[in-house]
């Protein structure tokens, strides 16, 4: 599990990601230059389903189902409506009429007010206009959080009983709308291609809706156990989803106690042996501290099962203390934020970077041109952030 931090600290969490995200994804697409099919389902127009949250929740999962079912994929947005996306779809016109069939049989007449279709290339332009409605309508109508009041009025440290609160909390919570992902690049003479999509659970948007006033200090050992309890729904989400990232290089945030848990070896069982190497596992630096004979057994059962490991969240102080190179690990992510990239100029900090494999190096949290121009004088060829994500958009 991830911490999600913002490299800007003058910045609040959006309330924007899951449009965001997807605009990302469309503009990766265009991109490509290859024909896709994209059906919005507007379920905001369906007025059961805009009165019946329970209702409106039927109908995603049926829709879900649907695309992982049809090799489609699946994103939501903010108010509840839904976009569906198939790659060179073989009956592209039979598309919208089975996935109605499938999940919204009981409102085919209104097939003309809840349902879009564009298709890519040509229809572009239009996608991003109605992307851009959606962008407008979370600006001007985001409802205020929602706070449990068990948890409402308690602040300071965390404690075992505030642990079991938060348990109570996130059964009763989905969890989806705190997914966030965010593409790893490779970077070719400034040509910059996306490799892996990491994925994770923003804890802090999550603490800020429903426990805003808990202190969390992310090396008490009640934070861990948080983690574990995140760690365990990402994974029962991954099982049971597995048909629908299969065959895509995807990154995961796991304690290094899940990985020696139940809920892991189920995941490891949904996922075929020859498909492992597609997936990666981060390791945070400061769970790698806490338990070191636990990290090394955690890398130990990886290894053994074909996955990729990279250690997260490595500031450059740290490395002329520890030699993560010795670490039978394929990738070490050093923050170099704002607040993190001076301490590379640093001669000592500097040469103990420069000890390790450069292959191996994932310069991330890039916020600042500084960090993009050290890296590439350093010979890192690998890189994540905002920054990244934006210069990738505009090549």
Request: glycine content about 4%; some cysteine; aromatic content about 10%.
């Amino acid at each position: 599990m991830r911490i999600w931090e913002f490299e800007d600290k003058k910045e609040t969490p959006s309330d924007l990601v899951r449009e965001q995200d997807f605009i990302m994804r469309v503009r990766r697409m265009q991109r490509a230059g290859s024909p896709f099919l994209i059906l919005n389902f507007i379920l905001t127009a369906i007025e059961p389903l805009a009165k019946s949250q329970a209702a409106l929740e039927a109908v995603q999962n049926k829709l879900k189902a649907f695309s992982t079912s049809a090799n489609g994929f699946y994103f939501e947005m903010s108010n509840g409506d839904v976009f569906l996306v198939w790659e060179n779809p073989g009956e592209a016109r039979l598309m919208g009429r089975r996935a109605i069939d499938a999940a919204l049989n009981e409102y085919k007449a209104n097939t003309n007010i809840f349902l879009l279709t564009y298709r890519l290339p040509e229809n572009y332009a239009l996608l991003r206009e109605r992307l851009n409605s959606y962008v407008e309508d979370v600006r001007t109508n985001t409802p205020p959080a929602k706070i449990p009041d068990k948890i409402e009025d308690k602040a300071g440290r965390l404690t075992a009983k505030t642990v079991l609160q938060i348990e109570g909390i996130l059964a009763d919570i989905d969890l989806r709308r705190y997914g966030r992902t965010q593409s790893i690049y490779s970077d070719n003479n400034g040509e910059l291609k996306p490799i892996a999509e990491e994925y994770f659970i923003s804890f802090e948007d999550l603490r800020r809706e429903h426990f805003p006033k808990i202190e969390i200090v992310q090396a008490d050992h009640y934070f861990f156990a948080i983690c574990a309890l995140l760690d365990q729904k990402l994974l029962g989400a991954m099982t049971a989803a597995y048909s629908s990232i299969a065959g895509r290089a995807i990154r995961l945030n796991l304690s290094i106690a899940s990985i020696m848990g139940s809920f892991f070896a189920q995941f490891v069982r949904a996922v075929p042996k020859d498909q492992r190497y597609l997936l990666g596992f981060e390791l945070h630096s400061g769970d790698i501290l806490q338990d070191f004979p636990l990290t090394l057994g955690a890398i130990e059962v990886l290894r053994k099962e074909n996955f990729n490991i990279a250690f997260d969240s490595v500031t450059p102080n740290m490395t002329p203390y520890i030699d993560f190179g010795k670490f039978d690990v394929s990738a070490i992510k050093i923050k170099v934020s704002k607040d993190h990239i001076p301490q590379l100029f640093n001669s000592t900090i500097r040469k103990a970077v420069e000890r390790l494999p450069i292959e191996k190096i994932i310069f991330t949290h890039c916020d600042n041109e500084r960090a993009l121009a050290l890296g590439r004088e350093m010979g890192v060829t690998t890189y994540q952030g905002w920054l990244i994500d934006d210069l990738a958009q505009k090549q």
